[in-house]
């Protein structure tokens, strides 16, 4: 039996030998598979969560700000949940969190409220770091103005210019579509024009506010990146800070391409009033039709009255149509507007009105680019202050003759103006590099001023 015993335990500790690496073999492949599979997991995982940085990390202002702290730290919603976002994979680290900005409106207080446009209502705040802003929100979960809000920010993120308005930010959680620029205390162009319980601007305060306005124009049209075309120029969308320098603002109907080259439009874009006539003809899109829309303000800054005004007579109520007929038969000096009927210099008026004829052509091939525009409103600016400095001198007659030259003279605006800050150079196409003389110069003027 003992016998027995050991052959039995013999063949049964062989057998279990024979089977070991197969055993191995296999606890080391199904560890090699769960490796495998955790792996994969995980990588699922973190490409999953790899977007979240975005919403978490801190963002910073465009670089118009420099040197000012106006940093935030993002801090997620109090319900933890994420929307998907209407500006997608943008990465600009302009996120402003909801909560911050539902504080600085004290939730959209209508109190706060300042405006309201196409694209929503207009509230002011003040964001925790003290900067006052101007927050443009558009309906709650309506997804209209979807496209204007996604350009705003796309152009805005790439432009930075004195005379352009500027984005400080944006939110897009939980179906909200929010705009953040720096505030403008002084509200827009149009306000100061028909709002009589506001002071009322000068006749040099407007050209300077022109001229502002037509550097920011020219910028997006020969400096950005591409070529801007605004689409919607108008006074509402000329804005002015709290020392009356003017910006242009609201672009979410811009169109970005080479300068020189035109688009063709789906559907009409902008304000009636301010369309240029071959838009609707032809559909076709160029920085000429800023150009014309830029006419029709310096006729709103002349008049002080409206683009289109249906309480008028029928021949009255578009004001580019009844503003040329006006200048047509000599009556320019009789329909300005009163408060400063008395301000302008009779030469500053025929130029401002020449600049504006210009715009004003139906055929864009015949008006001038925007930076002509502004050579010529500081010309007529020139004129003007021209005008004041002689005034004193108009008593003496042996000396009126020599000093309006030399005046004259002095104030003429160079072919080459350098702009000051961010602006760019603008050259006369016509003109060549070389200084002309002195008296060139004064035969030119006295041409200038007999049109």
């Known amino acids: 039996m003992e016998m027995m015993g050991k052959s039995n335990l013999v063949p049964v500790t062989h057998k279990s030998n024979n089977m070991s690496p197969f055993i191995i073999g296999g606890v080391v492949l199904g560890g090699l598979v769960l490796v495998c599979i955790f792996g994969g997991l995980l990588f699922i995982g973190l490409r999953r969560r790899k977007p979240k940085p975005v919403e978490t990390s801190e963002w910073s202002p465009l670089p118009i700000f420099k040197g000012s702290s106006h940093g ?19 990465n600009l680290g302009l996120r402003i969190p909801l909560d911050e900005i539902q504080l600085a409106t004290k939730n959209f207080d209508k109190k706060l409220q300042i405006g309201k446009g196409g694209f929503g209502t207009v509230y002011q705040g003040t964001l925790r770091n003290g900067l006052k802003v101007a927050m443009k929100r558009s309906q709650p979960g309506s997804g209209q103005g979807l496209l204007e809000f996604q350009t705003e920010i796309m152009v805005l993120s790439k432009i930075r210019h004195r005379h352009l308005g500027s984005l400080i930010g944006y939110c ?27 002071p009322c601007l000068s006749w040099k305060q407007r050209l300077d506010i022109c001229i502002g306005s037509a550097r920011g124009l020219h910028y997006l049209h020969k400096g950005a990146s591409g070529g801007i075309i605004h689409r919607d120029v108008k006074s509402t969308n000329i804005l002015l800070d709290e020392n009356l320098v003017a910006k242009v603002a609201d672009f979410g109907l811009s169109r970005s391409g080479p300068p020189d080259q035109s688009h063709v439009s789906t559907g009409i874009k902008g304000t009636f009033g301010y369309l240029n006539p071959e838009y609707f003809k032809t559909q076709q899109l160029t920085e000429k039709s800023d150009v014309y829309s830029f006419g029709v ?8 009255r409206p683009a289109i005004n ?46 504006t004829e210009k715009c004003l052509q139906e055929d864009a091939c015949d008006r001038p680019g925007m930076g002509d525009v502004a050579w010529d409103l500081e010309y007529a600016l020139q004129l003007q202050q021209t005008a004041v400095v002689q ?14 030259s030399l005046h004259v ?8 103006i350098e702009f000051e800050g961010d602006d760019m150079s603008i050259i006369k196409e016509d003109e060549s590099d070389s200084v002309p003389s002195a008296s060139g110069v004064f035969s030119q003027l006295k041409m200038d001023e007999a049109r």
């Open 72 to 90: 935030y730290s993002k801090t997620p919603s109090k319900e933890g949940t994420i929307t998907a976002s209407p500006v997608p994979n943008l």
């Open 172 to 198: 897009d959680e939980r179906l909200e579509m929010i705009l953040v620029y720096e505030l403008m205390e002084k509200g827009t162009l149009r306000d100061h024009l028909y709002n009589a319980k506001l």
């Open 391 to 404: 005034e004193p001198l108009e008593d003496s007659a042996s000396n009126v003759n020599g000093m309006l």
């Open 409 to 416: 003279i002095q104030h003429l605006p160079s072919t080459n």
């Open 297 to 304: 303000v310096l006729l709103e800054v002349l008049y002080a």
């Open 310 to 355: 249906p309480a008028l007579p029928r021949e009255q109520v578009n004001l580019a149509e009844w503003g040329m007929r006006c200048k047509n038969k000599g009556l320019l000096d009789q329909i300005v507007d009163p408060s400063i009927r008395d301000q302008i210099n009779p030469n500053s008026l025929r130029k401002f009105a020449e600049i």
